[in-house]
């Protein structure tokens, strides 16, 4: 059985409602360590509702500081991992309670007029946790983690984004030991802006690379109250 999801004005990435083997072996993974006494099941919730409520938060933090500040930016760029501690997110304890990490490297990759970036997984589903939270559906789906890699400009137009030839798009495959997070260009239109309001309009989809940020929308409110939310009116 097949279904879409809603994602504004780019086409749709067709999804699949079965049960992936990666999915089959983790749930035979967690009721044979809750057998062996390892966690608990009330432990497995737990973690589940925590890791569920992260959202894209954190990675909105880092980009908008680094919109505003300059060394942070270098210093974010040389050394994403280390650098994340200043925003309070640590790669190697991302939990807060000691929970080991598998996470090494945390790479964050600057847009410019002349390169976009946009990121995948093409073994699976590794995803930048820590700062953006749990990923979409879509991301998870065979349709774009097979396709992004061989025809980037094409998935890329399913999401509204219209490159020309002489911006190079460049696509980063997570692995086991990295993870990536584009760092969108700031839009025109924003100068004197807050921190705050910056963090506002880089939404999740602009730090995986599928979409842009707009001084007119963000993912924390309803379409029709976004202007409300970034406290600015109008497209630039």
């Not at 890329?156 to 030839?165: K, S, T």
Request: hydrophobic letters at 35%.
């Amino acid at each position: 059985m097949s279904q879409t999801h809603d994602h504004g004005a780019h086409a749709a990435i067709q999804t699949t409602g079965e049960i992936s083997e990666f999915e089959v072996l983790e749930t035979a993974i967690r009721e044979l360590a809750i057998e062996k006494g390892l966690f608990s099941q009330e432990d497995h919730r737990r973690f589940s509702e925590w890791a569920e409520s992260v959202g894209p938060h954190g990675g909105s933090k880092l980009v908008a500081k680094a919109w505003t500040d300059p060394d942070f930016k270098a210093r974010l760029l040389a050394d994403g991992t280390e650098t994340c501690k200043e925003v309070g997110i640590d790669w190697r304890d991302p939990t807060g309670s000691g929970t080991p990490s598998d996470y090494t490297y945390f790479y964050v990759l600057e847009n410019t007029p002349e390169v976009h970036n946009v990121i995948v997984c093409t073994l699976c589903s590794c995803y930048p946790r820590p700062v953006l939270g749990m990923s979409p559906d879509w991301y998870r789906t065979p349709n774009y983690r097979r396709r992004l890699v061989r025809w980037p400009r094409e998935v890329l137009a399913e999401f509204g984004l219209h490159f020309p030839p002489d911006v190079e798009v460049r696509v980063h495959d997570s692995n086991q030991k990295s993870r990536f997070m584009v760092m969108p260009m700031r839009p025109e239109g924003t100068e004197g802006w807050t921190e705050e309001q910056l963090a506002a309009i880089v939404t999740r989809d602009t730090m995986i690379g599928v979409a842009l940020p707009q001084v007119d929308w963000t993912a924390q409110a309803p379409p029709d109250q976004a202007e409300a939310a970034t406290g600015r009116g109008g497209r630039q």
